[in-house]
């Protein structure tokens, strides 16, 4: 089991960055696969971004070439760059691990003003 906290959401105008921050309980060098996801109000909770135990990454097509996950063993920690920001990123940020079981985090808001 793990536990996961993201920190680093906030209010930014359009064209501008954030770093989200992921920190688990855990080491999360054994961890399958570290991920993204994102949920606007009214729909559906949708991948952002994932990174493999090996070093793999998929992007959602909405922010691949703005978007970039990484991770910091040492720290127990995985990232998200934001950059280029859209309103339409507007949305809770959750980090997920995909051990046995699927963990997810409390959330953090992002909010970008056009």
């Known amino acids: 089991q793990v536990q996961l906290v993201e920190s680093g959401g906030g209010l930014v105008q359009a064209g501008g960055s954030l770093r989200l921050s992921c920190t688990a309980s855990?080491?999360?060098?054994?961890?399958?696969?570290m991920g993204w996801y994102r949920q606007a109000p009214g729909k559906q909770r949708e991948l952002v971004a994932e990174l493999t135990r090996l070093g793999s990454t998929n992007y959602a097509d909405s922010v691949k070439g703005r978007f970039t996950i990484s991770r910091d063993n040492a720290k127990n920690t995985v990232y998200l760059q934001m950059n280029s920001l859209k309103p339409e990123d507007t949305a809770v940020y959750y980090c997920?691990?995909?051990?046995?079981?699927?963990?997810w985090g409390q959330g953090t808001q992002v909010t970008v003003s056009s």
């Open positions: 855990r080491s999360i060098s054994s961890i399958n696969i």
């Open positions: 997920n691990a995909a051990m046995n079981y699927v963990y």
